[in-house]
T-cell receptor
Framework: SQTIHQWPATLVQPVGSPLSLECTVE??????LYWYRQAAGRGLQLLFY??????ISSEVPQNLSASRPQDRQFILSSKKLLLSDSGFYLC????????????FGQGTRLTVV | SQQGEEDPQALSIQEGENATMNCSYK?????LQWYRQNSGRGLVHLIL?????REKHSGRLRVTLDTSKKSSSLLITASRAADTASYFC??????????FGQGTRLTINP
């Protein structure tokens, strides 16, 4: 069966420090991968999505970047965190045909202090 | 940009009552999906309705889709305290971009 792993669950980082959040998928191949950010009590803001290795689409110009070094690995990074980067980050995957549901990781609560 | 927009933003009802949430979207779709999110957790898929379907049921859930009005509704019948969560609709923009609305925060009071 397919599973998605996202870690860490919580993270407290100082302003100006780097960030690396990792997401991996098991049990499927060539998934579409997504990173979302959610502010408290708000909806999901799409940050990046990828339809294949090395293919990254950026939705919002900001302090973050994403990479997909392997088929089932999606990494969200920042060289220098800002206070405004705090939030709940969610990774998700779907099949290529987009005719079935998306599966989400459990999320990472990032607090920049 | 957010494709789906849910309303109301928040809904509070008594246990046993029905809860209805609405979603509007802007572009043509192949399908529309509804998800549930418990506080501090990832989203869980509830139901998918295709563009050629008008209504779909799953247990206590009923989803309708009106492509002429670019809107969908999610009805939860006989609500339970455990239904307390946020509910989101999602659509696909372009070929692969999955976007979500702002969600409806549903509170079921015992």
């Amino acid at each position: 069966s397919q599973t998605i792993h996202q870690w860490p669950a919580t993270l407290v980082q100082p302003v100006g420090s780097p960030l690396s959040l990792e997401c991996t998928v098991e049990g499927t191949s060539n998934p579409n991968l997504y990173w979302y950010r959610q502010a408290a009590g708000r909806g999901l803001q799409l940050l990046f999505y990828s339809v294949g290795i090395g293919q990254i689409s950026s939705e919002v110009p900001q302090n973050l970047s994403a990479s997909r070094p392997q088929d089932r690995q999606f990494i969200l990074s920042s060289k220098k965190l800002l206070l405004s980067d705090s939030g709940f980050y969610l990774c998700a995957w779907t099949g290529q045909l987009m005719n079935t549901e998306a599966f989400f990781g459990q999320g990472t609560r990032l607090t920049v202090v | 940009s957010q494709q789906g927009e849910e309303d109301p933003q928040a809904l509070s009802i008594q246990e046993g009552e029905n809860a209805t949430m609405n979603c509007s979207y802007k572009t043509s779709i192949n399908n529309l999906q509804w998800y549930r999110q418990n506080s501090g957790r990832g989203l869980v898929h509830l139901i998918l309705i295709r563009s050629n379907e008008r209504e779909k049921h799953s247990g206590r859930l009923r989803v309708t889709l009106d492509t002429s009005k670019k809107s969908s509704s999610l009805l939860i019948t006989a609500s339970r305290a455990a239904d307390t969560a946020s509910y989101f609709c999602a659509t696909v923009q372009g070929a692969q971009k999955l976007v979500f609305g702002q969600g409806t925060r549903l509170t079921i009071n015992p």
